[in-house]
């Protein structure tokens, strides 16, 4: 299906588990950027940290697909939750996605948008039902629900139901919607999946922390078999 495939991951860490998984990888570096790749089953597979927030993740995703060729991309990490069915170590797809902190509501237009583009952008189809059967032979019930993505970490009530009531948003995080756009604008497919770490309230700090690693290591788990299915 696919040949050459980007995995991202905001945090070091998401990496590193990628890194054990992929143990003979070779390392490409672009200025600051180090892109790791692995050839398997006939597949190129790269894989890199595109650090936390929306300018790097676009950065990253766009030198992925320009330099490297990249057929599709996915982009793998965690978020926080701001739906009540959605509990931590929660495995959730972005069905779309969308800028929360994108405001010119000054000039007549609604929050999210700017123009030229648009306010939500949908994750590839084939990939997400892909990674939905994988779930379901897991017996793993994978979540699909919409992304709010902003520069901020998200820690108060107050933020969380404003962001909730005006997207309609299940989670929370800070690089889904600009790796959206980047894939969006060069006609890339891709796909966005996260793991629930935190309620995104007052205690979304403590929770974060805690559940960071169980959160990398599961992504992978998945991410590596759907990769096996493309």
Known sequence: MYKKIAILGA???????????????????VENIEIFEIVE????????????????????TTLLITKFN???????????????????????????LCQHDVDISAFGH????????????????????????IGKKL?????????ATGDQFISTTEQKEHIKKTFNADMI????????????TFNIPFIITRTISDSADEEGVED?????????????SLITLLIKEL
């Open 208 to 220: 974060f922390n805690k559940f960071m690693t169980l959160a990398a290591n599961k992504n992978a």
């Open 110 to 133: 609604p929050l999210g948008f700017i123009p030229g583009g648009k306010i939500f952008l949908e994750s590839d189809k084939t990939l997400v039902t892909k990674l939905k059967q």
């Open 139 to 147: 017996k793993l019930d994978i979540k699909e629900g919409i992304i």
């Open 41 to 60: 089953d006939d597949k190129q597979i790269f894989f890199t940290n595109s650090q936390i927030g929306k300018v790097f993740s676009s950065i990253v």
């Open 173 to 184: 995080e800070m690089e889904g919607a600009s790796v959206a756009v980047s894939c969006d």
């Open 11 to 29: 945090m070091e860490i998401e990496i590193e588990v990628l890194k054990n998984i992929y143990k003979n990888y070779k390392v490409h570096r």
């Open 70 to 96: 990249v057929e599709c991309v996915i982009f793998t990490g965690i978020a926080g939750s701001l739906n009540r069915n959605y509990k931590i170590l929660d495995v959730a797809i972005a069905s779309k």
